[in-house]
């Protein structure tokens, strides 16, 4: 009886051990609110004045309803194609970007068509200061299916910023097609 109970005892332990290993790989939590960079407030609280390439949909989602679009069927004429975050006094706090100099991972998920550009910038904006860009590259990712990608940033003291989605138009960087972006993240190291 006491074997018996011995091993129940035993066995309820490395339960409970494997419960807290669990527990302590969780993600950071991330400093972006995750439903409205997770784009499930659709449009409000972003802007394009593209929107003949980038928009809220619910075509694919990595989670939630709704995933930001970009396409684009032919190389355009302007510069850059762009959708950002507002952070303007229209919008709620919890659209803008606030963060401590510092080091910080930028998670997101893509979905690429078969036909994409070759990469996606993602730029960090304070109001009436630099902007901080991080690279996206598409080249080694596979197609038709959401892949987690995370890519490190240097940020500086940021208040009220903003986040700009932006696929260059030249063939080198960017070009047409189609892909997909959602839940995007920022945790600081």
């Not at 910038?121 to 995370?150: C, M, R, Y």
């Amino acid at each position: 009886m006491k074997t018996i109970l011995f091993t129940l005892t035993l066995l309820l332990a490395s339960f409970n051990f494997y419960d807290c290993q669990a527990q302590d790989h969780q993600e950071a939590e991330s400093i972006l609110n995750q439903k409205n960079f997770g784009f499930e407030t659709r449009m409000s609280g972003w802007w394009t004045k593209d929107k003949q390439y980038w928009n809220i949909t619910d075509e694919k989602s990595a989670s939630g309803v709704v995933s930001c679009k970009f396409s684009c069927d032919a190389i355009p004429e302007q510069q850059n194609m762009k959708i950002e975050s507002k952070n303007n006094n229209k919008v709620e706090d919890s659209f803008k970007i606030n963060t401590e100099e510092g080091e910080y991972k930028v998670h997101l998920k893509v979905f690429l068509e078969e036909e994409h550009p070759k990469s996606l910038h993602l730029s960090f904006v304070e109001p009436n200061k630099a902007w901080i860009q991080s690279i996206i590259k598409f080249k080694k990712l596979e197609t038709g299916k959401w892949i987690d990608v995370e890519t490190k940033i240097k940020l500086t003291n940021i208040v009220n910023g903003k986040l700009v989605l932006m696929v260059p138009s030249n063939t080198t960087h960017g070009g047409k097609g189609t892909f997909y972006v959602d839940d995007i993240r920022l945790e600081k190291i």
